[in-house]
């Protein structure tokens, strides 16, 4: 039905050390599972979590990971269950302490699967931070599916954005996406949102405002539900944190 970029509202995890196995985990509850403005749970809550196993190859390269990630979707009567994604790739470091490139191939699958169709998307993103205590955080990222949702037509969802903390935990941000389609008869579209994060310890408490240039005929098509890419505030809670800081 949609494609996803994968939303982690804390911090970073620490990067496992050369030779070093870690592993990520966290758990999110969110007032509206919203993707590329696009609401993913028919504008209700969502359970989210993740485990992300990684092995460092060393300050060059950095790590190669695993990730797997859950939540509960609704895209109308018929069509309740949960999206699964797996993903692996790259997290090199040869670009230096200030970029944070993330390079590799995401998978979303459904339960049951008459949910939705599912597919893959190779995708490639970077964060790069500056200013003193890197204050600045800018953020550029493409995903490109090469069959989106089995139809045969590639699909591909460009993005941008920035971050800025006001103090030591609080940071607010804002980006805009669009999503293009290869079949001339799918409804693309412009996504933006801005947003604000408090980080306490490993809990991240995060409020953002999501829009689309989608008229609501269009979004019936793109998400089941006439109101589903109206604008929006979502709330989240999420708890993140690493094996090697737990143990």
Same mark, same amino acid.
């Given at each position: 039905?949609?494609?996803?970029?994968?939303?982690?509202?804390?911090?970073?995890?620490?990067?496992?050390?050369?030779?070093?196995?870690?592993?990520?985990?966290?758990?999110?509850?969110?007032?509206?599972?919203?993707?590329?403005?696009?609401?993913?749970?028919?504008?209700?809550?969502?359970?989210?979590?993740?485990?992300?196993?990684?092995?460092? &190859?060393?300050?060059?390269?950095?790590? &190669?990971?695993?990730?797997?990630?859950?939540?509960?979707?609704?895209?109308?009567?018929?069509?309740?269950?949960?999206?699964?994604?797996?993903?692996?790739?790259?997290?090199?470091?040869?670009?230096?302490?200030?970029?944070?490139?993330?390079?590799?191939?995401?998978?979303?699958?459904?339960?049951?699967?008459?949910?939705?169709?599912?597919?893959?998307?190779?995708?490639?993103?970077?964060?790069?931070?500056?200013?003193?205590?890197?204050?600045?955080? &800018?953020?550029?990222?493409?995903?490109?599916?090469?069959?989106?949702?089995?139809?045969?037509?590639?699909?591909?969802?460009?993005?941008?954005?920035?971050?800025?903390?006001?103090?030591?935990?609080?940071?607010?941000?804002?980006?805009?996406?669009?999503?293009?389609?290869?079949?001339?008869?799918?409804?693309?579209?412009?996504?933006?949102?801005?947003?604000?994060?408090?980080?306490?310890?490993?809990?991240?408490?995060?409020?953002?405002?999501?829009?689309?240039? &989608?008229?609501?005929?269009?979004?019936?098509?793109?998400?089941?539900?006439?109101?589903?890419?109206?604008?929006?505030?979502?709330?989240?809670?999420?708890?993140?944190?690493?094996?090697?800081?737990?143990?």
């Amino acid at each position: 039905r949609r494609a996803r970029e994968r939303r982690r509202c804390g911090p970073a995890p620490a990067v496992a050390g050369p030779g070093k196995f870690d592993m990520a985990l966290g758990v999110a509850g969110t007032t509206d599972y919203v993707s590329r403005g696009i609401t993913q749970s028919d504008s209700e809550p969502a359970i989210q979590g993740y485990v992300e196993p990684s092995y460092g &190859l060393g300050p060059v390269w950095g790590d &190669l990971f695993v990730n797997l990630w859950s939540s509960n979707v609704d895209f109308g009567d018929d069509f309740r269950g949960a999206e699964i994604d797996v993903a692996g790739g790259i997290k090199p470091k040869f670009l230096g302490p200030k970029w944070s490139p993330n390079i590799g191939y995401v998978h979303y699958f459904y339960a049951p699967e008459d949910v939705s169709a599912d597919y893959g998307e190779i995708y490639a993103k970077t964060d790069y931070t500056f200013g003193e205590e890197d204050k600045f955080t &800018l953020r550029a990222l493409v995903f490109f599916a090469p069959d989106f949702n089995q139809s045969g037509f590639n699909a591909t969802w460009v993005a941008g954005g920035g971050r800025v903390k006001l103090w030591k935990n609080f940071a607010v941000y804002a980006g805009a996406g669009y999503q293009d389609f290869e079949d001339p008869d799918a409804f693309e579209q412009l996504a933006w949102t801005a947003g604000a994060s408090y980080y306490w310890k490993s809990l991240t408490f995060d409020v953002r405002y999501w829009e689309t240039d &989608l008229t609501d005929n269009e979004c019936v098509v793109r998400s089941g539900f006439a109101d589903g890419c109206d604008a929006r505030v979502v709330g989240t809670i999420s708890w993140d944190t690493t094996w090697s800081a737990l143990f």
